[in-house]
Structures are given as C-alpha cells and as structure tokens.
C-alpha cells in the first residue's frame, strides 16, 4: 500500500507545478512580449510483476501484469505563438509579427526578447529603458548605407547630427506646354537652387511659344552677382508631331532692334477684332512679347494698340483708314515707339498697311511673320545654367532636363522640381521612423531623410529550447540552436511594426480552465493519500 501513497505524493507535488505554472501566466496577462508556459504530465516507471509471455502449445501468451509508481512532469514547453497588438502611436516601440526575436546585449552578452517596449536616452543610444540593455542592429555608414551582412553592435542615434549642404547639380521641366496656346503665350516656371553653402537662389524661365511645335526659353538669376554669356541662358524646344521628344538647342546669337508688322489683308467686318504677337529681344538678349491688336471700327476703318504680352498696359495705339477711291491706306501714327526694359534705345514697331491695290476683305487672312524665326539663330546643343551666386559660395553649373516635358491639349502644368541640391539641416528626433525591415530613417530639418542604422531579428531552430533568464529575456541554450541573425521580414523572419507592442499570448479563458482541471487532479490525489492512510490504520489494528 505504500505505492499508493507515493504515487498520491507525485501527484500532489506534480499538480502543484502545474498551478505555479498557470498562477506565473495568470500574473503575466499584462506583460509585454510575454509568451505562456503550459506543463505535459507522465507516468513513470512500473513495478513488474509478472513479465509477458509467448504462446507454446496449447497455451496462448499472457500479458505483463505491472504497477505503475506514479507520474511526472514531461515538460514545461513554452508557447511562441503570437499575443495580440496594442498601437502605442510611440515610434520607437516596436512589435513583431511572425517569427523572430529583438537582440539586447550589456556589451558582453546577448539576449532575445519579443519586448520591443524601447527608448533612446540621452546619448542616442537605442535601448530597453529599465535595464538599459542597448538594442542590437547595424548602423549605417555616412552615406546612408547599411551592411546587414556585417557583425551586429548597438544602434546609437547621433544626437544633433548634421546633414552638410549639397550644391544642386540639376532639375527636372516636367508636365505639359499647352498645344492650344496662341503664338506669344508665356508660359512661367521657377524653381530654387542651392549653392555650395545651402543659399537658395531662385532660378525664373519663361517659355514662350514663337510657332506650331516650337518655343523659347530664357532662364533668369535675378540673385546671381555674375552670369557668362547671356546665349548660356537662351534656347529652343522643338516638339515632335505627337507632342512628345522635346528636341532642345541653344540659342547662340539674337537680333535685338525694331519690329516690322507687315500687313496683307485688313478684316472689313464690324467690330472684327484680331492679334498679333511680336518677338523682340533687349539689349541683355532676354526676349519680349508684344502683342498689336486689330479692331474694325467702322466701314474701312480699324484702330490698333500695342501691349507687352501679360499685362493691358499700352504702349501706343493709332488708326488706318482705307480710301478706295486712290486706292489708299492712311495709318496715323505709321509707327509706336517704346523703351522696353533693359534697352538702353527705343523700339520701333512700324504697322505696315496693305498695299494700296489690296481692298480690304471679310477674312483676316494674314499678318506676316508675327514672330520671326530671323530674330534669333539656335544651332547647338544646350547649355547648362552657370552663374556665379552671392555669398562667396562655389560657382554653380545646373543642368536643365527636359525629357519628361510635353506639350498635348489642354492646359500647361510645366513645373521645374525635382532639385538634387539642398540646404543644411538638423537631425530631428521626434521624426524617427522604424520600416517593416527595421532601417531607422532619420529626417532632417531641410526636409531630407536619411537611413541611419536597421534593427536586427533572430530566429532559432528551437525557440522552445531557450532558457528564459527574467526580465522578459531569453538566452541562446544548447538545445535552442545558433541565432540566425537578419534582417526584418526577410529568412522567415517576421516583420516590425513601429508604434506597436505585442501583448502576452495568454489566454486567461484557457488558463481559468486548466486551473479547474489542476484542482480536481490534486484534489483526487490527495483523496488517495487519505484513502491510503485509512487502509494503513486498519491494517495496523489489526493486532488487537
């Protein structure tokens, strides 16, 4: 009777280890990273007494007949499986989903956690706040560049880390110039530039459309102390038929001067009003428009004004008349005279009437060369734009891209964007950001961002071998295999969501469950001890 009571003990002892390891998941409902633990039950060695024997003859084989000694604990495994997530809106507290481990380590020795409950402190250094454990990852070189193939150390965060100035070296004419734009429409685009010091400095290009499929541009550095030669700064975009393939040349040399307006047929009806547009260049090469228009004021009578493309200022104005009798045109005044800005001399602009055999007609049929070609000669490939900027900053050569450019129906949307220069700027700590691979993206207060360094992630081929060392830690056992240490969503390893924590995985519905089941078991096994010490006592009366 003795094998009872001891299988009554085991059984006892046994079922306790079991609560304390469901009273240990009940006290963790709340932790951080934590994972359950559940306990697996067996029994243990049986006393033999009668072994199993064959069939022989006319006898047909016995089994053994043995006494079980009682039960042990199996294992305590611990469950990996994922706890719910809680969004912390904290960038710096990080969670995985799926597989994988974040790696501590004190300097010396590495430990594992599913806890991404992390912090800087006050050198950048990236860590568990209540040990001050540093989180272990790669950090990445001065261009931004991280080798996850290298040996993992601590992530530290330069505290007020500069980004140094980068002189813009080019940019972008993107979208679209209009097709439905009127001869003389300018069309505006600006953009800023930096130079070797981060001094921006506005770069002005007007466009303007001087025929079917063409345009000039003239670039302008209203800031610059000193430009090269003014035709750096001119040229010519011819599009292909299908409003794509903007083929550019360089404008090399203008004709500044006086305009002629040849006119061969005057429109005769009534109130018929029709433009003109002119190009004319100023003594600094940069290009204006002009535009006369044409109003029918009466039986053979028109008056004209002349106004600078954009604005309804005029410039001067006047009258023709037709008198069929000679046949004979009257134009009063025959001319306008303007200074137009940056000229150093006054432009003529001389209406030519039709010539005195020509009646005016219904159709307006025709003004000539109302931007001619003869004004300008564009054959080489373009030019950068190069002045030199104010400040003692290192001369600047910026180059003009225009491939993306079009020109189809509709509206213009052209834009000048995409700059590779920018200011200095400072590293800004409220604006970390964490991927799902791990890289740490730091923004600068320019505006630019930067990879800084990238968590690390581990996997095992047993996670359930790891000896769990407190403090929501876990260390590397010989039954845990090697850590195989990459980076985030890669390997099988799963990925990181920043502002986000992983809750404890237990399930307290189960573990109230299994705390009934434990307290049955122990409560049946303590039945047999008091059973059992019945039986002893009459044994033991049996004397008297």
């Not at 990852?137 to 560049?145: L, N, T």
């Not at 102390?225 to 360089?250: H, K, R, S």
Request: charge should be negative; proline fraction near 4%; charged fraction near 15%.
């Amino acid at each position: 009777m003795m094998r009872s009571l001891f299988s009554g003990v085991a059984g006892l002892k046994n079922h306790q280890t079991r609560m304390d390891v469901i009273g240990n998941n009940i006290a963790n409902v709340n932790t951080t990273g934590f994972k359950a633990s559940r306990v697996n039950f067996q029994d243990i060695l049986s006393q033999t007494m009668q072994g199993a024997s064959s069939a022989q003859g006319n006898r047909g084989g016995t089994n053994p007949m043995q006494v079980g000694l009682g039960m042990g604990v199996a294992s305590i495994d611990t469950l990996f499986t994922d706890g719910s997530y809680q969004t912390t809106g904290k960038q710096t507290d990080l969670s995985i989903t799926g597989q994988g481990f974040f790696i501590v380590t004190d300097g010396t020795n590495k430990y594992y956690t599913r806890a991404g409950n992390f912090d800087f402190d006050a050198q950048g250094n990236y860590l568990v706040p209540g040990t001050g454990l540093k989180v272990a990852g790669w950090m990445a070189d001065a261009d931004g560049v991280i080798n996850s193939s290298s040996d993992i150390g601590s992530i530290q965060i330069p505290v007020g880390d500069t980004m140094a100035a980068k002189a813009t070296t080019s940019y972008d004419f993107i979208n679209n110039l209009s097709d439905d734009a009127e001869v003389g429409t300018i069309v505006q685009a600006s953009t800023i530039v930096y130079d070797s010091k981060g001094n921006g400095h506005s770069v002005d290009t007007n466009f303007i459309k001087v025929a079917d499929n063409k345009w000039i541009y003239s670039v302008d550095v209203p800031d610059a102390l000193a430009t090269p030669a003014p035709e750096n700064l001119l040229g010519e975009i011819t599009f292909g038929t299908d409003g794509q393939n903007p083929q550019v040349m360089q404008i090399d040399s203008t004709t500044p001067g006086d305009v002629d307006i040849n006119v061969t047929t005057l429109d005769n009806t009534s109130k018929s009003e029709h433009s003109v547009s002119s190009l004319v260049w100023d003594d600094k090469n940069v290009p204006h428009i002009y535009t006369t228009t044409f109003t029918n004021s009466g039986t053979d009578k028109w008056s004209y004004n002349v106004v600078e493309a954009g604005t309804t200022k005029s410039l001067g104005k006047g009258t023709i008349e037709y008198d069929s009798t000679g046949p004979t045109y009257t134009t009063d005044p025959a001319s306008v005279s303007f200074t137009i800005p940056g000229n150093a001399a006054a432009t003529t602009l001389t209406i030519n009437a039709p010539a005195n055999t020509t009646a005016p007609g219904s159709v307006f049929d025709g003004i000539s060369d109302p931007l001619p070609d003869a004004t300008y000669t564009a054959t080489t490939t373009a030019k950068d734009v190069a002045f030199t900027p104010k400040g003692g900053a290192d001369p600047m050569t910026v180059m003009m891209n225009f491939e993306t450019l079009t020109q189809y129906a509709g509206e213009s949307t052209l834009q000048a964007t995409n700059g590779d220069g920018y200011p200095a700027g400072t590293l800004d700590m409220s604006k970390l950001t964490i991927d799902q691979s791990g890289i740490i993206t730091a923004t600068f207060t320019n505006g630019k961002s930067k990879s800084l360094g990238q968590v690390a992630s581990a996997v095992f081929n047993n996670p359930g071998g790891l000896t769990k060392a407190g403090e929501n830690l876990y260390a590397k056992s010989n039954n845990s295999g090697d850590p195989q240490i990459g980076t985030g969503g890669s390997g099988g390893r799963g990925t990181f969501t920043a502002g986000s924590l992983e809750m404890s995985n237990v399930d307290l519905a189960q573990q109230f469950s299994d705390m009934i089941i434990t307290q049955r078991g122990f409560q049946a096994n303590s039945k047999i001890i008091t059973t059992t010490d019945e039986m002893l006592e009459l044994l033991a009366n049996l004397k008297r």
